[in-house]
């Protein structure tokens, strides 16, 4: 029988408060990893709002990253989300939030908290485990719902910021956890931010003052995402 382990499997906040980096990257269930695709599902929250253009970016990003890497795994957006059964639906579910965002999984209910004003999102990884084997069978991303910068006085972030947020999470869809943090790059646990004159020049800065976007990952996250999906 397969034990479920939902929600005590969840990935920590990106800037978690305790700084506890822990967790091994997981990977997803085998016919899933077989088919080198995750399709990840937007919710009502994502769209038209703010981030109903940034999480279509996202996704083109995330693939854009994927090739130049040769990462393994492609995403593709879906119109269904996942079925609270456990089977059937999206592999991924993007929302946008502030408080508590519930979700049901393998008939469980579950929530994730996020101060819907935070540059920080949340992946709760849902994990089936078989004796020593933990699997991946669905992740729920929850992203700020109107992050903001500390430009004195604080507004909204620009879309740069949004963008990195959400293809950082995306990556912990993947598998990857907070032990998998990597200073030097997008997948940064502690990016510092940057405000601009202008929203579009808001940045979010990581090791050897490089700030993005764009984008770019290191070959030791790459290596890392491509472990997973060979
Ligand atoms: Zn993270």
């Known amino acids: 029988m397969k034990r479920l382990a939902a929600g005590s499997t969840a990935v920590p906040t990106l800037w978690d408060e305790s700084r506890k980096e822990n967790g091994i990257a997981t990977p997803w269930e085998d016919p899933i990893k077989r088919s080198k695709t995750l399709t990840v599902f937007p919710g009502g929250s994502v769209a038209g709002g703010a981030w109903g253009s940034v999480f279509a970016n996202a ?16 995403l593709s957006q879906s119109a269904t989300p996942p079925h609270p059964s ?7 579910q993007f929302e946008a939030g502030n408080g508590n965002v519930s979700f049901t999984s393998f008939g469980q209910q579950f929530s994730v908290s996020v101060n819907g004003n935070s540059l920080g999102g949340d992946t709760r990884q849902v994990k089936t485990v078989f004796g020593a084997v933990q699997r991946i069978a669905k992740a729920f991303i929850v992203v700020p719902a109107t992050p903001q910068i500390n430009a004195n006085p604080p507004r ?4 740069g910021v949004m963008l990195f947020i959400a293809v950082h999470e995306l990556i912990h869809a993947c598998g990857l956890s907070n032990g998998d943090h990597n200073p030097d790059d997008l997948f940064s646990g502690f990016p510092q931010a940057r405000a601009g004159n202008k929203r579009q020049d808001d940045k ?5 003052q490089k700030r993005l976007p764009p984008l770019f990952l290191t ?5 890392v995402i491509q472990a997973l999906w060979k």
């Not at 070959?219 to 290596?223: D, F």
Request: aromatic share 2%; net charge negative.
């Open 219 to 223: 070959t030791k996250t790459a290596g």
């Open 86 to 92: 456990g089977v059937g639906g999206a592999d991924v």
């Open 156 to 159: 909204a972030v620009g879309d």
């Open 59 to 74: 996704i083109k990003e995330f693939n854009r990253l994927s090739a130049a890497h040769t990462l393994g795994i492609t």
């Open 204 to 208: 979010l800065e990581v090791n050897q």
